[in-house]
Nanobody, 126 residues
């Protein structure tokens, strides 16, 4: 079973920065894709970044482009989400997910990936 564990969620002020981590363990997917998603209270889960090994590209929607950056530490099999210039509306539970590919439909990352972590809470508040 592929396991994903998120960490790094915290309370941060508007304009601040935060780095989330996603530790991946278990078997290896090939090809693979790692996605970051978030779900704010009362809202649907939103894809905010997705890397696919098929072409080595990362897709980031306009809603967070320029503020959120995805990266990885291959040695530790850990993925990161660097979040800058945080806004009140970035408050959400953040999840990482894995599958064999990212699916982008109408500029939105499809949230039907197969493997999911349990999430980490990010609260942006003065």
């Amino acid at each position: 079973q592929l396991q994903l564990v998120e960490s790094g969620g915290d309370l941060v002020q508007p304009g601040g920065s935060l780095i989330l981590s996603c530790a991946v363990s278990g078997f290896t997917l090939d090809p693979y894709a790692i996605g970051w998603f978030r779900q704010a209270p009362g809202k649907e889960r939103e894809g905010i970044s997705c890397f696919t090994s098929l072409d080595g590209n990362t897709y980031t929607p306009d809603s967070v482009k320029g503020r959120f950056t995805m990266s990885r530490d291959n040695a530790k099999n850990t993925w990161f989400l660097q979040m800058d210039s945080l806004k009140l509306e970035d408050t959400a539970v953040y999840y990482c997910a894995a599958d064999i590919a990212c699916t982008v439909i109408h500029n939105q990352i499809y949230n039907g990936m197969k493997y999911w972590g349990k999430g980490t809470l990010v609260t942006v508040s003065p």
